[in-house]
């Protein structure tokens, strides 16, 4: 049986390109010489001596034309020499798209296919439609190029196009044969026959599908082979198509026979396979379908009409698609893409479509409409999929506003709101503080370790007290998973706990605290000190000790702490001793001030008299001191404590006559009008 | 020299000018006034108005031009990968312009400017890119043969037979078979294109009892259509169409006496209501390719506004798809015989869709209907189940001002 295939595609002869310049040479003369001259007849002769070199073993030879090259059933000559790549492109203009040749055509015969050739004018717009008439001799057939099959390359087309690929001109070739190529000779119709009995032979049963099904892949990649393969499809009853089907090794390879069938067999042999691939269960095709198919199949079979050409490629394009459906895998959806999206710029352009609401994107949309129908089908998990890649934030809204009992909304509340999923929304750093908070309240406690590694890792202020708001939604155990993180942590991790506990005011227990206000870092020392300060437990002795700091920094928390608590008394001597001291910044004394204002003791008044005044150096005469922030705050504390005094009364004088501040100002003007200051002081120390 | 030859050379000088003068300028409007002015002649012509440029050939429709071979310009545009061009008459005089200007910038000639739409960015009326295979080998009509219909000789039985399969097995076993819808969409494209020009296909039932089914091809039939019309690749037309045919799939379930119910109360209204609902659940869960039609489904009864029913959890513009279905929908519901109404007759249901544009339809989308039905290149052909019931099949013109007749859908 093989040795029936293998002589049809016998290689050609050696060197063809002797037969192609006998036939450039006899072309030439063609248009050169008229009929019938001896010049003209020895060239024609000499082509016929050719082509029976050409044809040896053969049962047919197809000369494929495309622009630059000629083919020899599908391949590209192997000598392609200037010579043929002429006569190449003199076809082409002739518009010439394949020539048949087969045993037994005669000089005369030759001689009318070359005068066809020459006759077809060049650039005669007039004579097209009669030029694309194919011209068929009993021997030679010449198939003008078809260009019906040309269409607008879609973008997401997986056929190649014309771009730069000369396939597709080996396509046009191929469609100039067209998928009717009749068998055309007694030969395939004997080995059709032979084919089928052979195949109902149980001996020879499965040597004689393998013969088919390498057939079929012959015609499906070459055109040489197509009319064979029709010619054997057509004379196989169902039963054999059957026994062909199944022979094969698993439905993928039934499924590939199916789809090179689809590709090689005309439309009536594309039905026949399918029907047997169908009825051996290798292929999904129901009632309705073989219905519909079949109606196709009678207008691709149709001898003539527009739509003949449409109803084969719908056929053998719904195949094609039904094998890819089987082959696919049954996973999720794959469709992510808005399929109509080259339509969306048409509606967007339109002057009068001003959209009046949001259009989403087509992932967000069929999510929507999956929460909607609750539906949780593989196409809504895949968009699910590409909307939390996309935008985390819509699918957490899109979620949280599902029903708790809807299927999809639970999907996503599952995928979305979990540890994992908060990690990586933190991480993209792309979801906003509303889609953050729904996901870290639905999670409680959970949120809080992403959102605390986070927290420790914010590049920035903002940043971290983004996140610290967020966080401090999740309560004590917030505060404590903070604190856990703190032993052995690094300075910045340090500086950020402590100043994420001072906002929440927590210090959980078992955290020594009063450990980090002793820290070699003074940021860290710091913040400590600010912490505790919030706490009434611990807040008094905190500022005693800060104030008791070699650190100023520390020194100035402390001193801000008693300025608006007040001074207990045994801070009363550092505090004026920072009031005293010339060296500390004029902002720490004036706190220093503050702090000792509703003390009574006298050591505070002499210093605060001592630093409000102050003497000329020549005359010695009391004057007042240069208003800097804690001169001020002397003058005002001792306005409102120590009025009554005659010392300060002079002060004050000093003051009103200077200009001072307002609220100098104001309080000695209220001590010059008879009020006594103590209306005004503030009282004691604020508990 | 043929009107087709006249024609691209007045589309090259076009283009040779655009380089030369800005927007506005008379020798620029002159000319593009005279190429929009052969390439209404080009309409006129038997032949399809597109072209493809191979190489140093030049073919229009499916004819090479043998005068244009080695034309420079086809080898220029071929290099910019305007290897294929096809207009349709629904192409604007301001469109044409922009399209020019685009192709101007695709040859790479000067930057673009900023109101030109991108190289890729559809216009209305004209497509072009690159070219690939389409189909086996259909056999050249001659022109004189165009009028010859061959819709005349195809039936819908089959597509009839498999919608009113689809819709019963969506009743009784809640799966709706995409691969069965697609070929019904596939063989009204093959109809469609069965003559010179596109027809619309138009079913013509006289049971009342096959409304559903007769409704949904014939939608199918119009979204196809108006899918071509806006610029719609094959596959998008065919995903398009599967769209329109199945958008009513949720009233598989609805009993048919209350289908034919002259007032009904609310809970009868509300459970026709939920088919929009349903009928998305139900192509949700019958497979992963019909996700656009699901959405249709849904959104088909949706305002451009967002509202409608049934009632979205956030307002949201229908996709586009949706707003094809939809005035294809209402416009078939219209033009169809009721039980308790007559059909509208064609001029009364487009002065409806144009009504509601912008209100109760997408205002683009619907303004391409209208187009589409006024300008007449797509004819409208009412097509029985059987071939044998249909002596009369009537050609329909986009003037009919005459009511449809009360025999039949759409006629």
């Known amino acids: 049986m093989a040795g029936t295939i293998a002589q049809d595609a016998a290689p050609v002869a050696d060197d063809p390109s002797a037969f192609f310049l006998a036939f450039a040479a006899a072309l030439q003369r063609q248009s050169t010489y008229p009929d019938g001259h001896p010049l003209l007849r020895q060239a024609v002769a000499r082509v016929h001596e050719q082509m029976d070199a050409l044809l040896a073993g053969r049962d047919a030879v197809l000369v494929g034309v495309t622009p630059e090259r000629l083919l020899i059933d599908d391949a590209p000559l192997a000598n392609d020499g200037p010579s043929t790549r002429e006569l190449a492109r003199r076809l082409h203009r002739r518009d010439v798209g394949a020539i048949r040749l087969t045993p037994g055509a005669d000089v005369d015969e030759l001689g009318a296919l070359l005068r066809a050739i020459a006759r077809r004018d060049e650039r005669d717009d007039q004579t097209a439609p009669g030029n694309s008439r194919q011209v068929a001799l009993p021997h030679v057939q010449l198939f003008p190029l078809q260009f019906g099959g040309l269409a607008l390359a879609e973008p997401e087309a997986d056929e190649p196009t014309l771009a730069g690929d000369g396939n597709l001109w080996e396509q046009l070739v191929h469609l100039a044969v067209g998928p009717h190529d009749p068998a055309g000779d007694h030969a395939s119709e004997q080995v059709a026959l032979t084919l089928r009995e052979r195949l109902r032979e149980p001996l020879l049963e499965v040597e004689c599908a393998n013969e088919i099904t390498a057939l079929l892949a012959g015609a499906a990649t070459g055109a040489s082979l197509r009319g064979r393969a029709g010619a054997v499809i057509a004379v196989l009853e169902p039963a054999d198509l059957h026994r062909v089907i199944a022979a094969q090794p698993d439905h993928a390879a039934g499924r590939a026979l199916v789809a090179q069938g689809a590709r090689a067999l005309p439309a009536s042999g594309v039905l026949a396979l399918t029907r047997a691939a169908a009825a051996a269960g290798v292929l999904s095709a129901s009632d309705a379908t073989m219905v519909l198919m079949e109606k196709l199949t009678t207008l691709a079979s149709a001898t003539s009409g527009r739509g003949r050409g449409r109803a084969d490629a719908a056929l053998r394009r719904h195949v094609a698609d039904m094998v890819s459906a089987a082959e696919a895998d049954s996973g999720p959806g794959t469709t992510v893409e808005d399929p109509a999206a080259s339509l969306g710029p048409l509606l967007a352009s339109d002057q009068w479509a001003r959209p009046t609401a949001p259009s989403p994107s087509w992932a967000e949309r069929l999510v929507r409409l999956g929460v909607e129908v609750d539906a949780l089908v593989p196409v809504v998990l895949t968009a699910i999929d590409t909307l939390a890649i996309r935008d985390d934030a819509v699918l957490v809204a899109i979620g949280d506003a599902a029903a708790p009992d809807n299927s999809v909304g639970a999907h996503i509340r599952a995928g979305a709101f979990t540890e994992v999923a908060l990690t990586s929304m933190l991480t993209s750093g792309t979801v906003g503080d509303v889609a953050l908070t729904q996901v870290a309240t639905a999670l409680g406690p959970q949120a809080v370790g992403p959102l605390v590694d986070s927290l420790m890792a914010a590049p920035s202020r903002r940043e971290r007290y983004r996140l610290g708001r967020i966080l401090a939604q999740c309560g004590e155990a917030a505060a404590e998973a903070v604190a856990a993180r703190m032993a052995g942590a690094a300075r910045p991790v340090l500086r950020t706990a402590l100043a994420y506990l001072t906002h929440v005011r927590s210090i959980p227990a078992a955290t020594p605290i009063s450990r980090y206000a002793r820290h070699p870092d003074a940021g860290v020392r710091a913040a400590a000190v600010r912490l505790l300060l919030t706490t009434a437990d611990t807040r008094e002795a905190a500022a005693v000790d800060a104030l008791a700091a070699d650190d100023p920094h520390l020194r100035r928390l402390a001193a801000r702490y008693f300025a608006s608590h007040g001074a207990p008394e045994p801070v009363i001597a550092p505090l004026v001793a920072i009031v005293r001291d010339q060296t500390q910044p004029s902002a720490l004394r004036a706190l220093a001030v503050r702090a000792v204002q509703g003390s009574r003791d006298p050591a505070v008044f002499d210093a605060l008299l001592e630093v409000a005044t102050t003497r000329a150096r020549l005359t010695r005469r009391a004057r007042l001191a240069p208003l800097t922030p804690h001169v001020v705050a002397a003058l005002h504390v001792l306005a409102r404590g120590w009025s009554d005094d005659g010392r300060v009364r002079e002060v004050l004088d000093l003051a009103l006559e200077v200009g001072a501040l307002t609220p100098v100002r104001r309080s000695a003007s209220a001590v010059a009008a008879g009020l006594t200051a103590t209306t005004a002081a503030p009282g004691g120390r604020h508990e | ?411």
């Open chain 2, 1 to 411: 020299m043929t009107v087709s030859v006249l024609f691209l050379h007045s589309l090259a000088q076009s283009i040779a000018t655009i380089s030369l003068y800005g927007r506005g300028h008379p020798a620029r409007g002159k000319t593009v006034d005279a190429s929009f002015a052969m390439l209404d002649e080009l309409h006129r012509l038997p032949r399809a108005a597109q072209f493809s440029f191979l190489g140093e050939n030049v073919v229009h429709d499916q004819t090479p031009i043998p005068s244009l071979r080695g034309w420079q310009w086809a080898s220029r545009l071929s290099d910019a990968g305007v290897q294929r061009l096809e207009f349709t008459p629904d192409l604007t005089r301001d469109g044409f312009e922009r399209f020019l200007e685009s192709l101007y910038v695709r040859l790479g000639q000067v930057a673009a400017a900023a109101d030109t739409p991108p190289p890729g960015e559809p216009v209305a009326g004209v497509r072009f890119g690159a070219v690939s295979m389409y189909e086996a080998s259909p056999d050249p009509i001659e022109p004189g043969d165009a009028a010859t219909s061959n819709v005349a000789a195809y039936s819908l039985a089959e597509e009839t037979a498999v919608t009113r399969w689809i819709f019963a097995n969506a009743e009784k076993r809640g799966k709706v078979p995409a691969s069965e819808a697609e070929l019904i969409v596939r063989s009204l494209l093959v109809l469609r294109h069965a003559d010179a020009a596109p027809v619309i296909p138009i079913l013509r039932l006289a049971n009342f009892g096959d409304y559903a089914v007769m409704h949904a091809i014939n939608v199918a039939s119009l979204t196809l259509a108006l899918a071509e019309q806006l610029g719609a690749g094959r596959r998008e037309a065919l995903r398009i169409g599967v769209a329109g045919l199945l958008h009513d799939i949720g009233m598989a379930s609805v009993p048919r006496a209350l289908l034919e119910k002259n007032q009904l109360t609310p809970d009868e209204r509300e459970r026709i209501h939920r088919h929009p609902r349903e009928g998305a659940q139900l192509l949700l869960t019958s497979g992963n390719t019909l996700d656009l039609a699901a959405i249709a489904a849904y959104e088909h009864h949706f305002r451009p506004d967002g509202t409608g029913y049934p009632t979205p959890t956030a307002p949201r513009r229908p996709h586009v798809v949706s707003s094809i279905v939809k005035v294809c929908s209402v416009f078939t519901a219209l033009r169809s015989f009721r039980v308790h109404w007559p059909a509208w007759s064609l001029a009364r249901g487009l002065r409806y869709i144009e009504s509601g544009a912008g209100v109760e339809f997408e205002p683009a989308v619907a303004a391409a209907f209208v187009r589409m039905l006024r300008r007449g290149r797509d004819r409208q052909i009412s097509v029985t189940e059987h071939p044998d019931d249909m002596p009369d099949f009537a050609l329909l013109d986009a003037g009919d001002e005459s009511p449809a007749g009360d025999r039949g859908v759409l006629a």
